[in-house]
Structure formats: C-alpha cells, structure tokens
C-alpha cells in the first residue's frame, strides 16, 4: 500500500502513523477521534486496576464510549497498555509479542 508522505514530517514519525490495514488518513482519524471521544478523565478510572485486557472488555469500553473497536483499540495501544497482533490476539505489549520476556 502506498502511504502519502507529509511534508516537514519525519519519516520515523510517519511510520508510526502507518498500519497494513487501514489507510494513512483512516489511522490519523482514528487516533483523533480516540483522543476526542475517549478522554483520559473519563477512560483511565475505567482501566486503573485491569492487568490483562481481553476483547469483551474491549467490546464494552466501545459500547460505554460509542466508538468504534478500532478506536479503543488505538487509545490502549497509543498509551502503552496492549498490543493487538495481525491475527487478533492481545498483548501486553508489542514488545511482549515479539518474544521479549516479562520481568514479574
């Protein structure tokens, strides 16, 4: 998939914009609304004390928020809490699905 390429911004900061299945500009979208319509005052009570997320728990968040799975998904991702891999499975983090260890 050819990505458009931004002017001014650099190219490792528009790699993290990037994803195989989405567009360029429906990623960008995506992380405003998730920014916009899942604020961090209203979602970070909500997750304080989960330590594993699963997909129900997703599916509710985006119920509570009337938001899209992508978007919640996005928000997670973006604040560090989960990493979904291309066959749909959750992880703590991208780190962890790429075989780094978890220190307990």
């Given at each position: 998939?050819?990505?458009?390429?931004?002017p001014g911004m650099d190219e490792q900061l528009?790699?993290?914009?990037?994803?195989?299945?989405?567009s360029w500009d429906e990623r960008n979208a995506h992380l405003f609304m998730s920014h916009l319509l899942v604020p961090e005052v209203l979602l970070n009570?909500?997750?304080r004390d989960v330590r594993d997320f699963d997909w129900s728990f997703l599916y509710r968040l985006?119920?509570?928020?009337?938001?899209?799975?992508?978007?919640?998904?996005?928000?997670?991702?973006?604040?560090g809490l989960l990493y979904v891999d291309p066959d749909g499975?959750?992880?703590?983090?991208?780190?962890?699905?790429?075989?780094?260890?978890r220190m307990v």
């Open positions: 998939v050819n990505q458009p390429s931004i528009q790699y993290l914009f990037r994803s195989e299945n989405q009570p909500l997750i985006r119920d509570m928020f009337q938001v899209t799975i992508s978007v919640i998904r996005i928000r997670l991702e973006r604040k499975k959750i992880h703590r983090s991208r780190a962890e699905y790429e075989g780094q260890a």
